[in-house]
């Protein structure tokens, strides 16, 4: 459905947007999100989805009311999103970028003069950041172009030059690249970076093997966040770096949005969708096998090949390659 009207007429709006529930695509609908507000400058906004990703886009300034979807922790989901459908007052538009049944029952249920709920408009190859703009250009009947992505919180300031690398994936093993591999690039950048280690709660064993290889060669210049950090303390700390190190995972396009100089480590995954979206400085380091990209959690051949391949002499030669671009 086309939202008609012309900017003048809608300056004021008050706009539901329920956005994606992993970080990293709550982050790659920015620049769409972005859009709506050029469109409409003065729009309310209330942002309703995940803890992560409302944590994530909580600092933009024309977000007024954040609401956690916590539908599934007891009872009938559909009759939690129902009550709280019927609880909100009533918007001028209402707009999910998830594809779900549950986020349809939503948005039909919400009071809402305009409607939209995301659907890839093309089947060809292109950026998630592309479908979702292009979702909202068919919704307001515009042409706007994805500008790069955006975060609102203020990066740290490091005393010293900082590499952050993140060895964790939330989606799955097969994105993973080894810890031992992650501690020996580590290592060979500390006597030139500070090094800062992240990772989720279910990643922290993962970081702790990084941590003893570390120990045990004597490099002593890091600091270990993983499990200790919130989504802005995250955000806050990989906005800051000087260079990360990184799986296809929702912090890469963190540093993406901040415009950190970023190796992202690809193996199962599509980087023509979901690599860092107009991040001048970023390098990917693939191997491009024949079994790739597979899109499983576990590698269905049970070898990991995608990842074993890649060794640490790659991320030294992707690392000068983002030299070569300053």
């Not at 459905?1 to 695509?25: A, C, H, Q, R, V």
């Not at 003069?113 to 060809?124: D, F």
Request: net charge positive.
């Amino acid at each position: 459905m086309s939202i008609n009207g012309s900017k003048e007429n809608y300056l004021s709006l008050k706009i539901f947007i329920e956005i994606p529930t992993w970080l990293g695509d709550a982050v790659m609908s920015t620049p769409a999100i972005e859009n709506i507000v050029e469109h409409y400058k003065d729009c309310q906004i209330t942002l309703f989805g995940s803890k992560v990703s409302t944590q994530a886009l909580a600092k933009h300034p024309n977000v007024v009311n954040i609401i956690e979807d916590n539908s599934k922790k007891s009872g009938f989901r559909y009759y939690n999103l129902f009550k709280l459908a019927k609880s909100l007052e009533r918007f001028d538009i209402a707009i999910s970028f998830r594809r779900q049944w549950s986020s349809k029952f939503l948005i039909w249920n919400i009071g809402a003069k305009q409607k939209g709920v995301y659907q890839r408009l093309t089947k060809k190859i292109q950026h998630q950041v592309q479908h979702y703009n292009d979702f909202i250009n068919s919704l307001l009947n515009t042409q706007y172009s994805p500008k790069k992505l955006k975060l609102y919180y203020q990066p740290k300031k490091y005393q010293n030059p900082t590499l952050g690398i993140n060895p964790g994936a939330t989606y799955g093993s097969a994105k993973r690249w080894y810890p031992e591999k992650f501690a020996e690039v580590a290592a060979k950048f500390s006597s030139d970076y500070d090094i800062v280690i992240f990772g989720g709660p279910s990643e922290v064993q993962i970081a702790h093997e990084i941590v003893q290889t570390l120990d045990s060669i004597g490099v002593k210049n890091y600091q270990n966040y993983a499990g200790k950090t919130s989504v802005a303390k995250l955000i806050t700390l990989i906005g800051g770096l000087d260079l990360f190190i990184t799986n296809d995972s929702g912090p890469m396009h963190v540093a993406a949005a901040y415009q950190v100089p970023t190796i992202s480590i690809f193996g199962p995954t599509k980087s023509s969708e979901t690599s860092q979206w107009k991040n001048a400085k970023g390098v990917i380091v693939t191997k491009n096998l024949s079994c790739s990209p597979c899109m499983k959690r576990v590698c269905p051949l049970h070898t990991h090949e995608c990842m074993k391949t890649i060794e640490p002499e790659d991320i030294l030669k992707a690392y000068q390659t983002i030299l070569q671009m300053r």
